[in-house]
Antibody
Framework: QITLKESGPTLVRPTQTLTLTCTLS??????????VGWIRQPPGKALEWLALIYWDETTRYRPSLRNRLTIGQDTSKNQVVLNMTNMDPVDSGTYSC??????????WGLGTTVTVS | SYVLTQPPSVSVAPGQTATITCGGNNIGDKRVHWYQQRPGQAPVLVLSGDNDRPSRIPVRFSGSNPGNTATLKIVRVELGDEADYYCQVWESSGDHVVFGGGTKLTVL
């Protein structure tokens, strides 16, 4: 059974950098075809994809946020880390990671709530 | 950039059929995936590749994707189907993921 769990700060000050960690279980980041994506959801609003990283460390970013995002992986810990710079109150919301394979998000974490204030 | 358009809301009575659309330019050329998000919960994949259901998803859920509009159909709607539904594609020209704006399904 594949599970993902997000962790990170619940409160971030404006202009600070947000660092979130996604820990995977039941699947290895080293497995061919495996990817992990980050998606956020402002309160009461729609899902918004942020970034992807594949097993071979190929990355993809939301075009409008490309200059603020960095995604990386630590295969020894089976973790994916997302950094988002220059945080603003409009960046508040629930941040989730999800297992990505074949252009589909198959399994999602429960998400972690981030408030920028 | 590629845009997926969904109706903000759909209402249906229990036992009836709910149809949720997802419009996009030549969306029929792409694989469309659908997610269900119940209030306060994480999204769950209900259909992938236009009409493939994960084993845990009831057969009441089906999809189609001709032309410029993909469709999620839920027959014999139940109270437990009340949720937000999102469509998603991979935009190959820009190499990125696109979600629709979501549709709130209300079961009256």
């Amino acid at each position: 059974q594949i599970t993902l769990k997000e962790s990170g700060p619940t409160l971030v000050r404006p202009t600070q950098t947000l660092t979130l960690t996604c820990t995977l279980s039941g699947i290895s980041l080293s497995t061919s075809g495996v990817g992990v994506g980050w998606i956020r959801q402002p309160p009461g609003k729609a899902l918004e994809w942020l970034a992807l990283i594949y097993w071979d460390e190929t990355t993809r970013y939301r075009p409008s946020l490309r200059n603020r995002l960095t995604i990386g992986q630590d295969t020894s810990k089976n973790q994916v880390v997302l950094n988002m710079t220059n945080m603003d109150p409009v960046d508040s919301g629930t941040y989730s990671c999800a297992h990505y394979n074949g252009d589909v998000f198959h399994v999602w974490g429960l998400g972690t709530t981030v408030t920028v204030s | 950039s590629y845009v997926l358009t969904q109706p903000p809301s759909v209402s249906v009575a229990p036992g009836q059929t709910a149809t949720i659309t997802c419009g996009g330019n030549n969306i029929g050329d792409k694989r469309v995936h659908w997610y269900q998000q119940r209030p306060g919960q994480a999204p769950v994949l209900v259909l992938s590749g236009d009409n493939d259901r994960p084993s845990r998803i009831p057969v009441r859920f089906s999809g189609s994707n001709p032309g410029n509009t993909a469709t999620l159909k839920i027959v014999r709607v139940e109270l437990g189907d009340e949720a937000d539904y999102y469509c998603q594609v991979w935009e190959s020209s820009g190499d990125h993921v696109v979600f629709g704006g979501g549709t709130k399904l209300t079961v009256l």
